[in-house]
């Protein structure tokens, strides 16, 4: 796979505010890194004393970046990754955290309509989306409106 994005997906990115990157790691990959999140939110539970991972009742966890497992900082460092930011937002790439955002029968939180500017108070920032599993309608994929990084909605 050729390092960074073709000409007509920054194209895409600059026109519609996001863009899709398939096959950028294996499945193989995938599984591992679902089963670092789930040891080191396991970790967490038993650290916290608790039965259950009541921590993230909302489905959500996010790590900043001094704390994040090792395996996935380096991850968000390689060469996959790197150069598509680069061309994006230009050479001074920083990493921020990392969230996890899982459902299962204990947690059905839908997360509304909104643009991470509000959370961020303007300050431009990226997400980079990598499903762990096979993200569908039907199970409650990530949704973009084509066009809205244009306009601020808060």
């Not at 009541?54 to 968000?76: K, N, Q, Y």
């Not at 001074?92 to 643009?115: I, T, Y």
């Not at 993200?135 to 808060?154: M, Q, R, V």
Request: charged residues 25%.
């Amino acid at each position: 796979m050729p390092a960074g994005l073709t000409p007509e997906q920054l194209q895409a990115w600059h026109r519609d505010g996001y863009v899709a990157v398939a096959g950028l790691y294996s499945g193989e990959t995938m599984l591992q890194w679902k089963q670092i999140m789930r040891d080191v939110m396991e970790e967490e539970r038993r650290a916290a004393g608790v039965d259950e991972w009541s921590f993230v009742t909302s489905g959500v966890r996010v790590w900043m970046c001094d704390v994040i497992h090792p395996v996935l900082r380096e991850a968000m460092r390689d060469d996959k990754v790197t150069p598509i930011l680069k061309q994006i937002i230009g050479p001074d790439v920083e990493f921020l955290s990392a969230k996890a955002v899982f459902k299962d029968a204990r947690v059905d939180m839908p997360s509304p309509w909104h643009q991470d500017w509000f959370y961020w108070h303007g300050a431009p920032k990226l997400s980079i989306w990598i499903a762990l599993d096979d993200a569908t309608p039907d199970n409650g994929c990530l949704k973009f409106i084509p066009g809205s990084h244009k306009t601020n909605f808060n």
